[in-house]
């Protein structure tokens, strides 16, 4: 699998979009983004996938570059129990391989 | 519909002591996997089950880790005896059939285990 680059923390303002940069500048054309989330003390917590197309569900929305290079995830209005660790991880026909993910922290 | 159910949440053992761990995971998803994750790291593959075959287990410590599921859907992962390094937070997930790069992995809340 391609192997990703998180930035390892960010901060965002409650109420402002959050956006996870995420490159992957290896990735094959079978390979699709996924972003999973862990809170603390939880288990990690799928928030999107994608494989060519941007996608939009009812946590976030990704943005994949035309190159497939890069990724953005956006959360359009955070909130303080958005704070967690983020993982943008790159899969093919095999399971989910963890980095260490960016850290995001919302602040009041 | 019910998550992936873990128990025990938590564990305190002593070294030496065998510990035991088990995951119920959703309805219909025939593959299971054990994740190991370490404080301040993401999780790391342990085993993964088609159905009751474990198809990729080339992660498992086989000297003192073992794992079985025996009627492809609960599992159970075991460890005899326990380390001080194995104090981690043991995770399992399931995921449905078809192909595996488009399917979702859902995970369970993790158990911790605590050696001393």
């Known amino acids: 699998d391609a192997k990703t680059t998180q930035p390892p923390s960010m901060d965002c303002a409650e109420g402002r979009a959050a956006n996870l940069p995420c490159n992957h500048s290896?990735?094959?054309?079978?390979?699709?983004v996924y972003w999973y989330r862990q809170i603390h003390s939880q288990g990690p917590q799928y928030i999107i996938h994608?494989?060519?197309n941007n996608e939009t569900n009812e946590m976030a929305s990704l943005i994949i570059t035309e190159d497939r290079k890069s990724s953005t995830l956006i959360l359009p209005h955070a909130t303080l129990r958005d704070t967690a660790v983020y993982y943008c991880i790159v899969r093919g026909n095999t399971p989910l391989v963890f980095g260490k993910g960016t850290r995001l922290s919302v602040i009041a | 519909e019910a998550g992936v159910v873990q128990s025990p949440r938590y564990k305190i053992i002593e070294k030496k002591q065998p510990v035991a761990f088990w995951c119920n995971p959703i309805?219909?998803?025939?593959?299971l996997y054990w994740y190991l994750q370490n404080l301040g790291q993401g999780p790391e593959l342990l085993i993964r089950?088609?159905?009751?075959?474990?198809?990729?287990d080339s992660q498992l410590p086989k000297d003192r880790f073992s794992a079985e599921r025996l009627k492809g859907v609960d599992s159970t992962l075991k460890i005899q005896p326990a380390e001080l390094g194995d104090s981690a937070v043991y995770l399992c997930?399931?995921?449905?059939?078809?192909?595996?790069?488009?399917?979702?992995?859902?995970f369970g809340a993790g158990s911790r285990l605590t050696v001393l």
């Open positions: 309805s219909g998803h025939n593959t």
């Open positions: 290896t990735i094959s054309g079978n390979e699709y």
């Open positions: 997930a399931s995921s449905p059939p078809g192909p595996s790069g488009a399917n979702v992995l859902t």
């Open positions: 089950y088609e159905n009751e075959e474990a198809v990729d």
């Open positions: 994608g494989l060519k």
